[in-house]
Nanobody
Framework: QVQLVESGGGLVQAGGSLRLSCAASGRTFSSFAMGWFRQVPGAEREFVAT????????AYADSVKGRFTISRDNAKNTVFLQMNSLKPEDTAVYYC?????????????????WGQGTQVTVSS
């Protein structure tokens, strides 16, 4: 069992920055790849970024590439999402999740544990 708790969401103007955190507890955090997804009402959960257990490999959705950075600190059982140059279309509830899957880490169906989400609102 893994418990995940996101924080750091809020309201920001377009062009601004936010840093999301996801604190993990339970099973060994460093054993899992981690991902960030986002969701708006009426839409499917959308992949944002993923990072391997070691932090050595990351991947991003095209829509956030060059603006968002995923990282992790295994000593603190925490994964981060630094979001820069935010746009109104980035407005969503952001979720972190863990997975033991070796592939398809851009697909939410392959993630096992999820946090409760944190709202990010970008005003124009």
């Amino acid at each position: 069992q893994v418990q995940l708790v996101e924080s750091g969401g809020g309201l920001v103007q377009a062009g601004g920055s936010l840093r999301l955190s996801c604190a993990a507890s339970g099973r060994t955090f460093s054993s899992f790849a981690m991902g960030w997804f986002r969701q708006v009402p009426g839409a499917e959960r959308e992949f944002v970024a993923t990072i391997t257990w070691s932090g050595g490999i990351t991947a991003y959705a095209d829509s956030v590439k060059g603006r968002f950075t995923i990282s992790r600190d295994n000593a603190k059982n925490t994964v981060f999402l630094q979001m820069n140059s935010l746009k109104p279309e980035d407005t969503a509830v952001y979720y972190c999740a863990s997975t033991s899957a070796a592939r398809h880490r851009d697909q939410y169906q392959y993630y096992d544990y999820w946090g409760q989400g944190t709202q990010v609102t970008v005003s124009s």
